[in-house]
DNA sequence: ATAGGGTTAG
């Protein structure tokens, strides 16, 4: 991060820590339909196993028989008898029969029993057709709907998926029971259009519908789902009110609600005073408590089923299995599985996800893998696992790769398989295999989903790539605030400060900044070093109380240092209680920024004395610290230190902060032999590193043999060559200078224009070179010229070296870069009252004539000036600068 | 005839 030598680094400045690595635990928001149970009462296996000899011998030896017999009767006995018939083969669960005989029979007015008979088989095969089939018949033959048939045409609509036929019936019908009210509500549930069961839980309440212990479990599920801890209390009192206070499912769906809603103690509390515990009840606890963060407390309720001779089940099993994985206890997961075997739970398929998933949790993918490759047939949760598993463990590749052979199995990813695939994307930053998994979710038309859009736009930022992330996140129909913080924070961590400040601006109407949000933008802030407005933040923090997340207060002290506010910074920096190591690391290289290397060390030391440990990062700040402070010896001895002591590899931003260290100490032919020996590739910035010290020492050879390293390497950067020309330059080589001339001019390079802002009143003036629109632009030329007289009055060496190469005519744009910084300058002191600091900012580094002119302006002007460049801040004050030349 | 607890995620 901390790079002494970047010419066009704006990157240098978004803060490393705060909103990177930040991910917060989120609440599941949506449940999702368990699939079908083969061993239930309704479920055709079952009958087919009950009566497998009579089901054949009456489809194979009746049907003739019954023709024959129906012939013969009478038209009323018949219809008698056709009934029953029909009845009958519905019993015995042979729909088709069922169905042809009401075929031949369509004409006739049959009892309602018989259609109902009929349409409860529809719904148990989940036979729409069929269902449909009898439907027209009851119409056609004009049956009157009204009662019971009414009834069970809804429940057949539902039961075969089709809610919204069902529910037109349910409309019309006059003779709605609760019965189909709790069916409608709870299918609403189950799809997850939960306001739809509230709408109908208040119609009941309204048309003073008679509720029962159904009504409330689902509308507490309801409630839980919408977090609405009000509305779901009201429901509460309702059921004590009418009685329900003793029944256990409800109280069992109280005390989930409560869970679910983050109050364990009310859930706590109402098992308590329950008289008849179920097994369910005891399993609400374990799993509520799993939920809310307190595995440990799970696990006991779990120990004491066990103790109190609960009969435990398949749900005890998993939900204490999951509070180890929680935990990532290991070894009380394997007990728990031997107890498993032991009755017999193991081989279910909950509970071998559940056991794969806590190896995964665990970080032993090689046991996730055993699990996965010797269960029967993995399911979607199961691959899931095994791609969540394999993208925290940062294997994104082999998350990937799952991703597809799942569905050349034959398997579709849902949204839970999509989300984990798309991390591991993001991980590795490969927007190639996001792409693909984009590709799906359009397919497969996920992108509704809002968990998936946000895991969408989170990878898309994360690889880079804000129009992709920008498109999903505008045809988001609703969107949280997880939406609203992935993009700011994707802003902001892509270097574009100003759209994430305009997003927060947005943002602001619809949904509140939360503790993720703050930690989102202050880098943005403080990458603009746009001090009013982090201020303005700051207030909201207080005025939230939001300031007690570590999060937060790194952010916040990142801010003010970067801001120049290193004063405020300290302070804060002060009052936390529990500094850790990303308080330490930004704290070092405030002091750095700020040419402090002294206190940088110092602080550095407290750190170790405190018990942290340094990683690479807090190396660089320190390192960074005694390159810009001229600590030669101290620098080295940290480099050592970091190498022998801590076992951390340097890389390229170690070795870039040294040869810096070398190059202004003027050691520079030890910097090139130092680079010469680097176990690894430099790149252009350290090269340039060293460039930067041969100019201060004026070594045109050494520059040279640097500059053809520094132009191989990134031939596109304008400022290496203005870097070179400069030398030549001061060393009054005019050939050369022209040459360099004409090479930049053959070129047409890109241009790589300076901009220097500066923040009054929360309001940015920004001044870029080259440019003569600004404010004010005719008084600050003025000042301008008259500094410049009162400097060559006073003997000031107006340097016209500098003049030579900025003024001539290289190139009208190159020429004028550097001189942003000047206007800026010049505007500040015409704007702001004389006691006043001015607070400038340049993308670039500092011309060394502004440098001059800054110092200047400190001593006959009285100001102070800070000016912060692409490398560190200047604090100008009575004509000399902290820098130090 | 409808429910309450149980595996995977941003």
Known sequence: MLLTTKTSSTGFWVCPFANNSREKPLKNGTSQALPGNPYSRTSPYSRTSLFPSSVSHISIGLPPKASVLSANRTRNIRSIDNNTEIIKFCELGNLDKAMELLFEYEKLKLDARTYCSLLQLCAE???????????SIIERNGIETGGVLESKLVFMYVSCGHLIEGRRIFDRSESKNVFLWNLLMNEYAKIGNFKESVNMYYRMLELGIEMNSYTFSCILKCFAALENVVEGEKVHEKILKLG??????????????????????????????????????????ISGYVANGLAVKGIKFFMEML??????????????????????????????HAYAVKAGFDLKMPFTNTLLDV?????????????????????????????????????????????????KKGIDP??????????????????????????????????????????????????????????????????????????IGGYSKNSLANEALSLFAKMQPHKRPDDVTVTCILPACASLAALDR?????????????????????????????????????????????????????????????????????????????????????????????SHSGLLDAGWRFFNIMRNEFYIEPNLEHYTCMVDLLARAGKLSKAYKFIKGM?????????GALLCGCRIYHDVDMAEKVAEHVFELEPENTGHYVLLANIYAEAEKWEEVKRLQEKIGKRALKKNSGC?????????????????????????????????????????????????????????????????????????????????????TKNLRICGDCHEMAKFISKMLGREILLRDSSRFHHFKDGSCSCRG
């Open 125 to 135: 095969y989940k036979s729409i057709d069929n269902g449909r089939e009898v439907h």
């Open 244 to 285: 329900f206070g003793s029944y256990s499912a409800v109280v069992n769906s109280l005390i989930s609600f409560y869970f679910k809603c983050g109050r364990s103690g009310s859930g706590q509390k109402l098992f308590d005073e329950m008289r008849e515990r179920d097994v369910v009840s005891w399993n609400s606890m």
């Open 307 to 336: 103790r109190l001779g609960v009969d435990v089940d398949l749900a005890s099993m998993v939900s204490a299995l999951a509070a180890c994985a929680s935990i990532k206890d290991m070894l009380l997961s394997r007990a728990i």
């Open 359 to 407: 190896y995964a949790k665990c970080g032993d993918m090689d046991g996730a893998v055993c699990v996965f490759e010797n269960m029967g047939e993995p399911n979607i949760v199961s691959w899931t696992s095994m791609i969540a598993g394999y993208a925290r463990e940062g294997l994104s590749y082999e998350a990937i790769e799952l991703f597809h052979e799942m569905r």
């Open 414 to 487: 849902d949204v839970f398989t999509v989300t984990s695939t798309l991390h591991a994307c993001a991980c590795s930053g490969s927007l190639e295999s996001g792409m693909k998994v984009h590709a799906y979710i359009k397919e497969k038309n996920m992108e509704t989903n809002l968990v998936v859009s946000n895991a969408l736009m989170d990878m898309f930022a994360k690889c880079g790539s804000m129009e992709n992330a920008e498109a999903v996140f505008s045809q988001m129909p609703a969107k949280d605030i997880v939406s609203w913080n992935t993009m």
């Open 534 to 626: 982090g201020q303005e933040i700051h207030g909201y923090i207080l005025r939230n109380g939001l300031s007690s997340d570590h999060f937060v207060v790194n952010a916040l002290i990142d801010m003010y240092v970067k801001c120049g506010a290193l004063v405020m910074a300290k302070l804060l920096f002060r009052k936390i209680l529990s500094k850790d190591l990303v308080s330490w690391t930004i704290m070092i290289a405030g002091y750095a920024m700020h040419g402090f290397g002294t206190e940088a060390v110092a602080t550095f030391r407290k750190m170790r004395q405190a018990g942290i440990e340094p990683d690479e990062v807090s190396f660089i700040s320190i390192l960074y610290a005694c």
């Open 679 to 687: 176990p690894i590739e430099p790149d252009a910035t350290v090269w």
């Open 756 to 840: 220097s802002w500066i923040e009054i009143r929360g309001k940015a003036y920004i001044f870029v070179s080259g440019d003569s629109a600004f404010p004010q632009a005719k008084s600050i030329k003025f000042l301008l010229r008259d500094l410049r007289r009162k400097m060559n009055e006073l003997g000031h060496s107006s340097k016209q070296k500098y003049a030579l190469i900025n003024e001539d005519e290289i190139e009208k744009e190159v020429a004028l870069c550097g001189h942003s910084e000047k206007l800026a300058m010049a505007f500040g002191v015409l704007s702001l009252p004389p006691s006043k600091t001015i607070r400038v």
